[in-house]
């Protein structure tokens, strides 16, 4: 079945370094991606998507974008900042009946002062 | 605009006593609704979807179940509680169409002792 991979954490990082969340998918088909973001004890924010093929999402200084041939959607900020220190998700949408996402396990970014 | 809420915030319950977790959405019609776990540390699953007033599905198979007596109410209950029900259940909707997004509420803590 469908499924995404996503690289373990924590991912710790000084402010204004440069941030690669690197994530994968298998799927049938043509799935939408997605990124969301979870602050500690709130639930999730869609940060970016994209919907097909090289496609780019972007948003608040984050960007992903869709790579077919590789089968990924990495994330990237060219400079973190200490408020970015949240759990990333990535997830594919399987477009079927349900449109149900199916997520990574999250990785734990926490950027230090 | 869309809103989406859930309540409790927080539940503490023991063992074998019943649950009942509410969500709902305001600013839409004939949303389809979800509902998820996160267990701690794991990603998300899903539990339950439903794409109308009375229609519910099943992802797994488990101690609770889902009802959605309103268009925009959904309900995760449960008749005994376990242990392992303990994590974070989010709530989420999305409109029908193939590229649309899902957004969640701000979830339930659950606690079982």
């Known amino acids: 079945g469908d499924s995404v991979t996503q690289m373990e954490g924590p991912v710790t990082l000084s402010e204004e370094a440069f941030l690669t969340i690197n994530c994968t998918y298998t799927?049938?088909?043509?799935?939408?991606l997605f990124w969301y973001v979870q602050y500690p004890g709130e639930g999730l924010q869609l940060l970016l998507k994209?919907?097909?093929?090289?496609d780019k999402g972007s948003n608040k200084g984050f960007e992903a974008t869709y790579r077919k041939e590789t089968t990924s959607f990495h994330l990237e900020k060219g400079s973190v900042q200490v408020s970015d220190s949240a759990v990333y998700f990535c997830?594919?949408?399987?477009?079927?009946?349900?449109?149900?996402?199916?997520f990574g396990t999250g990785t734990l970014l926490a950027v230090q002062p | 605009s869309q809103t989406i809420h859930q309540w409790p915030a927080t539940l503490v319950q023991p063992v074998g006593s019943p649950l009942s977790l509410e969500c709902t959405v305001e600013?839409?019609?004939?949303?389809?609704l979800y509902w998820y776990r996160q267990a701690a540390g794991r990603g998300l699953q899903l539990l339950f979807y439903?794409?109308?007033?009375?229609?519910i599905s099943s992802e797994v198979p488990q101690n609770l179940s889902a009802s959605r007596p309103q268009d925009r109410q959904f309900i995760l209950s449960s008749k005994k509680l376990l242990l392992s029900d303990s994590g974070f259940y989010l709530c989420?909707?999305?409109?029908?169409?193939?590229?649309?997004?899902?957004?969640f509420g701000p979830g339930t803590r659950l606690l079982v002792l």
């Open positions: 600013g839409t019609s004939n949303p389809n």
């Open positions: 994209a919907t097909k093929a090289d």
């Open positions: 799927a049938t088909g043509y799935p939408s």
């Open positions: 989420a909707w999305r409109n029908s169409g193939a590229k649309e997004t899902q957004y």
């Open positions: 439903s794409v109308g007033i009375g229609q």
């Open positions: 997830a594919l949408s399987d477009r079927g009946a349900t449109n149900k996402l199916i």
